[in-house]
């Protein structure tokens, strides 16, 4: 598994964050048993530089806490094998690694939302982490039902990870 990082922000980003984001991306990786290894790319911005790649990519003028940008096109969320089809377009032809996406994590609203929520960083940066990896996976949530699934989808990454609001620890 290669997880590249990027910091577009004017400061370092707490070293433990790219270890939490690790960690997730592999748990959810295993949890959905991905057959590949796989590249993700991870980019830390705050609200201003998300505000920007929200509205070039979506239309949309306005911070969120994160942002997917899946690689693969899925017909049945989860269901990787198909990609193997198209070799050239979905895997990096180096490594042999399936090329999922990217991630942009906003630390701003990382920081604003663990405290809304009463959580620590901890669980809002693996949160949003295991939301984005189900979104890289073709998981949505437009639909009830499929919001329903992705819910409890991230709670059963975060549980097998030890994520827990039980368990917080900064």
């Known amino acids: 598994m290669s ?21 997730i991306i592999e748990g959810a990786l295993d949890y959905m048993k991905c057959p590949y290894e796989c590249e993700i790319n991870v980019i830390f911005t705050d609200n201003e ?20 940008f899946p690689m693969g096109d899925y017909e049945v969320p989860g269901e990787f094998e198909h990609l193997e089809e198209y070799p050239l377009d ?7 690694e399936l090329m999922l996406g ?8 990382i920081a604003s939302q663990a405290e809304e929520y009463g959580h620590t960083r901890r669980r809002e940066i693996a949160f949003l982490t295991a939301h984005s990896m189900l979104h890289l996976a073709g998981y949505d949530h437009m ?9 409890k989808m991230q709670e059963e990454i975060l549980t097998k990870k030890g994520y827990t609001r ?3 620890e900064e």
Do not use: A, C
Request: no cysteine; aromatic share 8%; hydrophobic share 30%.
């Open 143 to 151: 639909e009830d039902d499929e919001r329903l699934v992705m819910e």
């Open 102 to 109: 990217d991630i942009v994590l906003n630390v701003d609203r």
């Open 3 to 23: 997880v590249f990082f990027e910091n577009e922000l004017d400061r370092p980003t707490p070293e433990h964050y790219e270890d939490i984001v690790r960690d």
């Open 90 to 96: 979905y895997f990096n032809q180096d490594t042999g």
């Open 49 to 68: 530089g998300i505000r920007q790649i929200n509205k070039e990519h979506r239309d949309i003028d306005s911070p969120t806490d994160v942002l997917s």
């Open 166 to 168: 039980d368990n917080e």
